[in-house]
């Protein structure tokens, strides 16, 4: 048994298992979700666009762009009564909920599936599986004729 531990302490195999909190995704648009249009995720805590993941079935996306809106008063609360941002926080809730919009914008991989499913991930942990359905471009059969 010793042995066993000592083989796999030598792994030298960075993992990253963000073990914080699990993020909450709130919605998605638009509807129907289209490959060729960006995608808005709303979702919280978030964090910056630079350590945003949003993978489809486990292929990573673009993310193009992160805005956390009115969030620095709700921010300022947090930290003042020592709350992380994982946690619930009763004095801060209240001021959160009412002025802070976190949302992300992300691509569709191009060889994303009809049906698929969504995870985000960042410093504070990750989502669960999100199911989301995918709108794709039917390719035109050259012996339809449209009657």
């Known amino acids: 048994m010793f042995l066993l531990l000592l083989l796999f302490s030598c792994e030298d195999t960075p993992i990253y298992i963000p073990d914080r909190c699990e993020l909450q995704i709130t919605s998605l648009s638009p509807t129907p979700l289209k490959v060729s249009e960006p995608v808005s995720l709303t979702a919280a805590p978030l964090t910056t666009h630079w350590d945003s993941l949003v993978t489809i ?33 009763d004095t801060c809730d209240p001021i959160c909920k009412r002025d802070c919009s976190e949302s ?22 990750q989502s669960d599986l999100y199911e989301i359905e995918i ?3 039917q390719p035109l059969n050259s012996e339809d004729t449209g009657n």
């Open 57 to 89: 079935d486990g292929k990573t996306t673009e993310v193009l762009d992160l805005q956390r809106l009115g969030c620095d008063e709700c921010d300022a609360c947090r930290q003042a009564n020592s709350c992380h941002p994982c946690q619930d926080c």
């Open 135 to 137: 709108e794709t471009e």
């Open 104 to 125: 992300l914008t992300f691509t569709l991989p191009e060889d994303a599936a009809a049906k698929a499913r969504l995870q985000l991930t960042n410093a504070y942990g």
